[in-house]
């Protein structure tokens, strides 16, 4: 189910941080002491995080430095959250001054359901995916359960006289495995199911996202501007004369212009427009919160680019010219994405019919 959630909420580059090779290394990796992977330990009494400290040293587990602490759940908080990215694990005692383990896990959750809400999934994720384990010696069956409810993975036994230090370094040996590992491996699926779910939606040739993309983000994209009272435009690209070109140098060098084409449209075009490729030599991209004139000045950027640096490849030199059609919503004509993609195409043909090289719009 926790797997499900998280590939629900997969869209656009989420785990684009992510080391695919990194992470799949760190879950075949029977050592698990990792430079720079970290552990929190959160307990008001000294002597018990010195004594956990030593047993993770000794066996391995954590490298010294990498070791933190806290004394109540206030600084432990504070330090959970500026070591998101690198926590492997969190060792929390239950019985605390200022704020307890309990409030400490609350807060946790409480801080995961707002990036959740907020649709900062990334760091949701790497929240959602740190076991914290908690640690007694005198709780109540009652607050064990507790806090298991809340969110935490495990818990420990402190020594007592029903539990020895031996026993205790075991747990802390035994948890300490079980749960970095199946973090890590959860880590490892996530990021390759990320991974091929890039793979799927990016065009090969040209690194454009490819139809499948934008048949699953532009529905998305038109409710957000119907909803918001903002505009969508869309622009859909085609090179002119392009078969000519491939007849006269082949295919080969067709597909460099091809790739050459997307590049300059991923330069000129802004930060948060969305490139497709559309078709063989036809792009289209999508810019929310924009009008004709905002698809106008990218026509011009682009043609710019293409006179300030001409195509060649190996020597060869091509000219490159292309049309465009442009459309937006919402108008009195256009109000669903299918509504703006037919306009764009049929703004396109106006285009091909006026000459080539410019741009046309029908609203």
């Known amino acids: 189910m926790f797997q499900e959630k998280i590939l629900s909420l997969f869209r656009y580059d989420v785990f684009e941080d992510f080391d695919l090779n990194e992470i799949l290394s760190l879950v075949k990796s029977t050592d698990l002491k990792i430079p720079g992977r970290k552990c929190l330990i959160i ?11 030593k047993i993770l040293e000794k066996n391995d587990i954590f490298s010294p430095d990498d070791i933190l602490e806290a004394d109540d759940g206030i600084s432990g908080f504070k330090k959970y959250t500026e070591n998101l990215k690198n926590l492997d694990i969190v060792f929390c005692d239950i019985q605390m001054k200022n704020l ?19 649709g900062e999934i990334t760091t949701y994720f ?6 914290i384990i908690i640690m007694t ?15 935490a993975k495990d818990f ?4 007592s006289r029903e539990i020895t230090k031996e026993d205790f370094q075991k747990e802390i040996i035994l948890r300490s495995k079980i749960h970095i590992s199946l973090k890590r491996n959860i880590e490892g699926f996530a990021s390759l199911s990320a991974m091929l779910k890039q793979a799927s939606i990016i065009d090969p040739l040209t690194g454009a996202y490819n139809r499948r993309y934008l048949n699953e983000f532009l529905p998305a994209e038109v409710s ?8 969508l435009c869309a622009v859909i690209f085609d090179l002119d004369n392009f078969k000519e070109i491939n007849d006269k140098f082949g295919h080969l060098i067709g597909d460099e212009v091809i790739k050459s084409f997307s590049t300059r449209l991923k330069t000129v075009k802004r930060k948060y427009d969305v490139l497709i490729r559309y078709g063989g030599d036809e792009f289209l991209v999508i810019m929310p919160e924009t009008r004709l004139d905002g698809a106008q000045a990218l026509f011009e950027r682009l043609k710019k680019e293409y006179e300030s640096n001409p195509f060649g490849h190996k020597n060869i030199k091509i000219p490159i010219s292309f049309s465009a059609g442009g459309s937006f919503l919402p108008t009195d004509k256009i109000k669903t994405e299918e509504d703006l993609l037919r306009f764009a195409d049929n703004a396109l043909y106006e285009a091909k019919k006026s000459g080539k090289s410019c741009i046309k719009f029908l609203f």
């Open 43 to 53: 307990d008001d009494s000294h002597f018990t995080r010195i004594e956990i400290r």
């Open 100 to 118: 307890d383990g309990l409030k400490f896990i609350k807060m946790v959750k409480d801080f995961e359901k707002k990036l959740e809400e907020d």
């Open 126 to 131: 790497l929240s959602s995916t740190i076991p």
């Open 137 to 151: 010696g005198t709780a109540t069956t009652e607050a064990k359960l507790k806090a298991l409810e809340l969110g």
């Open 156 to 159: 420990i036994m402190k020594p």
């Open 224 to 231: 957000r501007a119907m909803r918001k009272g903002t505009t």
